[in-house]
């Protein structure tokens, strides 16, 4: 026995040693593994123009899958995946995802948008422009049908820095987007400073229709400050129709929320872009057969 039953428990404790790491495969490696197996998708909420009823594009976002079906909103790991850095390999194979599940609907519609979130970090260094370049070039879905988006909600780490990477993702076509204008640390400062082609209010205004005096006059106040800098202007969690009656009445042309639709599967956001095509649902059946 002697050698052999120390080969033989070796290789256990081999085994074991294997199980016990397994069970404790750390939280960055649990990551990497999700990304690998092509966990995070992005659902895709609809942008609409309250004027003319007309699909703009759509907002990706990120979800996880859980191993049993179903999946888990952005608030469940977005935190961590910061804090490990994983965030932008996450936001990388995200739009790898949108741009082939988009592309051919994309091509053929070129009014069509798609935004994406990034992060703070994602404006403090040029790897985000040769990400895009990578990712984007040559690809279905055209730079000028992307937007990306910037929070106010998180500071910039360096505002003069920011500004020459989205300089250099303007020139590519790119458009740049102030998320969740109203909650945060950037204010009249970023909309000066960064050059950003959109603004989108956050919901806690659009919320505030119709019971908060202060809040709608700042809604006047920015959709007159958009107009002013010829910023493109977006309500942001927009639930109720005496919400998009009122935006509609105050100069709000785009608009996202639960009135129209929650962030859609892709098959699902396919279909509605079927749908709502305007080429399609304006000229009758019978006129298109005889064309
Ligand atoms: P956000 O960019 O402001 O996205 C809008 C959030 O509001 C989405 O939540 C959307 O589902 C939700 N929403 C839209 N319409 C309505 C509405 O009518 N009522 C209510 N109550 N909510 C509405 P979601 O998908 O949970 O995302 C939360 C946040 O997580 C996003 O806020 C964004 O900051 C972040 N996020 C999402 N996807 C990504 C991503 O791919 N990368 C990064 N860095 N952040 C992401
Ligand atoms: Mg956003
Ligand atoms: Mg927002
Ligand atoms: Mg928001």
């Known amino acids: ?34 990304i690998r197996r092509g966990d995070f998708i992005p659902y895709y909420q609809p942008l609409m123009c309250i004027r003319t009823g007309r699909l703009l594009g759509c907002e990706a976002l990120v979800r996880r899958k859980r191993p049993g079906g179903g999946v888990d909103g952005p608030g469940a790991f977005i935190p961590m995946v910061e804090a490990t850095g994983q965030i932008f390999e996450i936001t990388r194979s995200m739009m790898a995802h949108a741009r082939d ?33 990578e990712i984007f070039e040559g690809a279905q879905v055209k730079m000028d049908q992307i937007v990306l988006e910037v929070t106010e909600r998180q500071p ?29 640390h950037g204010g009249m400062s970023y909309l000066l400073k960064l050059g950003v082609d959109q603004m989108k209010m956050d919901k806690m205004f659009v919320d505030a229709i119709g019971s908060d005096r202060y809040s709608t006059a700042i809604i006047d106040t920015l959709v007159k400050l958009a107009a002013d800098l ?47 095509d305007p080429i399609k649902s304006r000229v009758p059946e019978r006129v298109r057969k005889a064309i």
């Open 101 to 133: 599940e988009l592309g051919p609907a994309y091509n053929a519609r070129p009014h069509l948008k798609v935004s994406f979130n990034l992060v703070a970090d994602h404006f403090s260094s040029l790897k985000i422009v040769s990400d895009m370049k």
């Open 230 to 276: 010829n910023i493109e202007f977006v309500a942001e969690g927009v639930e109720t129709f005496e919400q998009i009656a009122y935006l509609k009445e105050h100069g709000v042309d785009a608009a996202q929320g639960y009135v129209f639709a929650p962030p859609l599967p892709g098959p699902l956001y396919l279909e509605l872009i079927q749908t709502l």
């Open 156 to 184: 910039l780490p360096n505002l003069g820095e920011a500004r020459v990477i989205i300089a250099k993702l303007q020139e590519l076509g790119i458009r740049i987007a102030l998320d969740d204008v109203g909650t945060g």
């Open 1 to 34: 026995w002697g050698n052999a039953g120390g080969a033989v428990l070796a290789f256990i404790s081999i085994l074991g040693a294997l199980a016990v790491a397994r069970h404790t495969e750390g939280p960055v490696r649990a990551i990497e593994s999700a």
